[in-house]
């Protein structure tokens, strides 16, 4: 497996494919000097060779790689049941087939509690009534012996069911894992569409709400899934991540374990003005960005402006905004507006960088957050 750069070129065997394949072209940046990637991370397989896409941290190769999966595992929740994945040795199983099992495994744990069943209404020719009598079909059928009736039936055949069908025999084109294959097999009943995710609007109540968990991460991995167009035999796709995503995800989950009041998302509504902070807490306000930056001079008079508003509509005095370290230490403090509208905006950098296991890892990070406060 050869080991890429975000926001770095790629290797001139490469740019051929990037370019007759217009569904990696928003992943990429084509300019005089070749094909570099955007802020994007992850594995992809062209012609049974891998390639992995990872942040820049420090030197290592290894480190880099594990770092982003430490980050990726922890930001989306992922439980690992096989130990040795979570011995710096995950480089070995590509990251797709490390989400397939987490869903599969446990999709396959809430069958075994009960598959969800809901009702749906069904009109079907029957022999004998059943449920509600269709006027309307059976007048244009007067002669014919079955009755046309409309009833409820308790199913698994829902858009729940369909879309996880659809979802496991789109992962079976990538992976061979058997779990897979038996949650197939519970799903005999369900018929089998092609379900556009995109516009999906499952609602989960007290019945289904054991499958959320389930749900997010299928769908996270079909919306990250990139199939390509296939010119041989050989299967060729790319599951790649936006790390502006990830980094928010990573830090604002830390966060949550930092400081109990921390909402993420947190949605306020002044006006026809509505605000949505990164990291929103009883005291401060962080909103992440990942960018390279080396001092106030690289700060973005919209960011700044951002701040401002979020600190004066929220009420909070104290706000930051977090990237990633680079190549140097963020550490500067700014004074925005005046008298009772003051704000501060602290401008800091969090370093990644760490040669451990994933839980020294965690551990270490969120100390370093911790102390930022």
């Known amino acids: 497996m050869r080991i890429l750069y975000e926001n770095s070129y790629i290797p001139t065997e490469l740019e051929s494919y990037i370019k007759e394949n217009k569904s990696l072209h928003p992943y990429f940046i084509a300019d005089f000097n070749g094909i570099k990637s955007k802020n994007y991370c ?3 397989s062209i012609n049974n060779q891998s390639y992995f896409i990872a942040p820049k941290i420090t ?3 290894t480190q880099n790689l594990n770092t982003f999966i430490y980050m990726l595992i922890y930001a989306y929740d992922i ?5 040795h994945l979570m011995q710096g040795e995950m480089h070995e199983h590509h990251i797709l087939e490390i989400f397939i099992r987490f869903f599969t495994d446990r999709l396959l744990d809430e069958f075994k509690k009960g ?3 809901q009702y749906i209404t069904l009109q079907e020719n029957l022999k004998v009534l059943r449920g509600k009598y ?6 244009n059928n007067f002669y014919h012996q079955n009755l046309y009736c409309e009833f409820d039936e308790f199913s698994m055949d829902n858009e729940l069911n369909r879309f996880f069908l659809y979802a496991i025999r789109i992962f079976k084109k990538f992976s061979n894992y058997t779990n897979l294959h038996r949650c197939e097999a519970i799903l005999d009943e369900v018929t089998y569409l092609n379900v556009d995710f995109r516009k999906l609007n499952i609602q989960f109540d007290r019945m289904s709400s054991r ?7 299928a769908l996270m991995i079909l919306q990250n899934l990139i199939p390509m167009i296939q010119k041989s035999s050989d299967r060729s796709f790319a599951f790649l991540f936006d790390m502006a995503e990830v980094f928010e995800k990573f830090v604002g989950r830390l966060y949550q374990e930092i400081d109990s009041s921390t909402v993420l998302q947190k949605q ?3 006006g026809s003005l509505i605000l949505k902070p990164d990291i929103y807490s009883d005291a401060l306000i962080i909103d992440t960005k990942y960018k390279k930056i080396a001092s106030r001079s690289d700060l973005k008079r919209d960011d700044k402006y951002q701040m401002f508003v979020y600190g004066v ?3 909070i005095k104290d706000t930051m905004l977090l990237y990633p370290k680079h190549l140097v230490d963020i550490e500067d403090n700014l004074k925005l507006g005046k008298g009772e509208d003051l704000i501060n905006l602290r401008m800091k950098s969090l370093d990644l960088d760490f040669c451990g296991g994933y839980d020294g890892f965690i551990c270490e990070i969120k100390r370093r957050l911790e102390e930022m406060r």
């Open 42 to 44: 992850g594995f992809l």
């Open 59 to 61: 030197t290592a190769d």
């Open 79 to 83: 439980k690992l049941k096989n130990e």
């Open 115 to 117: 598959i969800f069943k």
């Open 134 to 139: 269709i006027i309307e079909k059976n007048l």
């Open 211 to 217: 499958y959320q968990p389930s749900f997010e991460i």
């Open 268 to 270: 306020g509504d002044y």
């Open 313 to 315: 509509n929220f009420r």
